[in-house]
Structure formats: structure tokens, C-alpha cells
């Protein structure tokens, strides 16, 4: 399958989850992927799976000397990029009474400044008609207890897809957002108990319209979508969440 073939893409948060399935998509249509991440070994073992046409650099995105060092890679790798996947991005639980300065600062260091000068330090990159796409979250949308700083975050992301695109469509680029619902990545499982994590997932399967948690490659394939073939379509936010937030 060549549908990418020829394009070159940057995936923050690209080591697991969704951004891996977003490489693992583009890679295998023929597309050249840079991935990034903060733990090496997840990375070490994404590239296992990706193959010789993924490269992965190891940084914190709310860190602007990495995001630096993040866009001299590129230039160097890839040189030009026709889609850039925002990715990156943290997801606690921290309600509202007992919600820590230190814990607020750290949700909106990663999700929000990060994604912002993501955009920027790549901009640059970006060749004409390019997609970026940033992933919000269904929380920006709904009221969910326990998400009040994450989903503030969110909502920001989504003001950005709008402000950001308006910035950067004189340059052909076009910013969009995909809004995941309940997604099945797996990382339940490394936060809690086992029990807790069926628990987790059977309250959200039953709540929603669709009766099933999503999976990472249908989030990736909306992703690929807004990146590569919505060409007429510019500061939108795409919900893949089983119709959680429209029925």
C-alpha cells in the first residue's frame, strides 16, 4: 500500500497509544515518520515494530530546548513535512478540592504549552498544503468530574485548532483537531489494578451510544484523514468518540 508514499510526518507522543497507531498507519502506507516521546525504551520498542522508515527522538515537548532540538532532526531527516500530528500529551485524574498548583502547572506544561510551541518550532517545516492535527478530548466538551484541569487544557487545543489554522492558511496549512472519546490504548492497565481497569472500562462501554471503547487505529485513521485528505476543511474538531458527545 503506497497512499503515503513520498510524505514525511512528525507524531509527538508517538512511542504508544494512539500516536503509535498513527505511525504505524502512515509507515505502512509508504509515508517516512519521525516519532517522539519521553521514555527511550518505549521508543526503542515503537521502532521495533515501525521499521527502518520510522525515526525516533527521545524529549519532553514541555521543554523548548527539546522542541529546538526536535525541529534540527527533522530538517535533517525529512527535511520538509506534510503533516504534523500534536499528539504528546499527559491524562490524570485530579479532582477538583485537592488539585495541587504543582499538578496544574504540570497538566498545562505538557498539553497545552507544549502542543502550542510543538506547532510553532515545526512551522517552519511545513511544506504548503500541509495538515496539522491536534488531539484534544471529548472532556473540552462535556462536564466529567475529576478532569477539570485536563479538560481545560483540552479546550485550549481546541481553541487553537481555529486561532492557529487562521495564523497559518496564508502558508496553505491547515489545522485541524480529532476529539477521542473512550479509546482502548492499553494504558489503564499500567495505571491501576487490572480490576479497576475492567471497572474503568465497562462504566464507559455502557455509557456509550456505540456500546464498545474505540481503537487506536480508528483514531488514527481520522487523524491520517484531516492530515492528508480534508483539503477544504480548516479549524475543525473531528469527535471519534461513538457518538458520545452528538446523541
Given at each position: 500500500m503506497d497512499q503515503y508514499s513520498g510524505k514525511n510526518a512528525v507524531i509527538t507522543g508517538g512511542g504508544s497509544g494512539?500516536?503509535?497507531?498513527?505511525?504505524?498507519?502512515?509507515v505502512e502506507g509508504g509515508a517516512r515518520v519521525v516519532i517522539?516521546?519521553?521514555?527511550?525504551?518505549?521508543?526503542?520498542?515503537a521502532l521495533e515494530r515501525l521499521g527502518g522508515n520510522a525515526v525516533a527522538v527521545r524529549g519532553d515537548v514541555a521543554s523548548l530546548a527539546d522542541l529546538d532540538a526536535l525541529a534540527d532532526r527533522v530538517k535533517d531527516e525529512l527535511g520538509?513535512?506534510?503533516?504534523?500530528?500534536?499528539?504528546?500529551?499527559?491524562?490524570?485524574l485530579t479532582p477538583?478540592?485537592?488539585?495541587t498548583?504543582?499538578?496544574?502547572?504540570?497538566?498545562?506544561a505538557i498539553n497545552v504549552k507544549g502542543a502550542y510551541f510543538t506547532v510553532q518550532k515545526l512551522a517552519p517545516l511545513l511544506s504548503a498544503?500541509?495538515?496539522?492535527v491536534l488531539t484534544t478530548s471529548i472532556a473540552n466538551a462535556v462536564g466529567m468530574p475529576d478532569t477539570s484541569v485536563y479538560a481545560a487544557g483540552k479546550a485550549a487545543l481546541r481553541s487553537m485548532a481555529r486561532s492557529l489554522s487562521r495564523e497559518?492558511?496564508?502558508?496553505?496549512?491547515?489545522?485541524?483537531?480529532?476529539?477521542?472519546?473512550?479509546?482502548?490504548?492499553?494504558?489503564?492497565?499500567?495505571?491501576?489494578?487490572?480490576?479497576?481497569?475492567?471497572?474503568?472500562?465497562?462504566?464507559?462501554v455502557?455509557?456509550?451510544?456505540?456500546?464498545?471503547?474505540?481503537?487506536?487505529?480508528?483514531?488514527?485513521?481520522?487523524?491520517?484523514?484531516?492530515?492528508f485528505d480534508a483539503t477544504y476543511t480548516a479549524g475543525a474538531e473531528l469527535a471519534v468518540d461513538g457518538g458520545a458527545t452528538q446523541l
Open positions: 494512539m500516536g503509535l497507531a498513527m505511525a504505524g498507519l502512515l517522539t516521546g519521553r521514555s527511550q525504551a518505549t521508543l526503542d520498542a520538509t513535512v506534510e503533516a504534523l500530528f500534536v499528539n504528546a500529551g499527559v491524562a490524570s477538583f478540592e485537592s488539585t498548583e504543582e499538578a496544574y502547572d504540570e497538566l498545562f498544503g500541509a495538515g496539522v497559518l492558511l496564508s502558508r496553505g496549512i491547515r489545522v485541524n483537531a480529532i476529539s477521542p472519546g473512550p479509546i482502548d490504548t492499553g494504558v489503564l492497565e499500567n495505571t491501576m489494578t487490572a480490576e479497576a481497569a475492567e471497572r474503568f472500562k465497562a462504566e464507559r455502557a455509557g456509550n451510544p456505540m456500546r464498545r471503547l474505540g481503537t487506536t487505529e480508528e483514531t488514527a485513521r481520522a487523524a491520517a484523514f484531516l492530515a
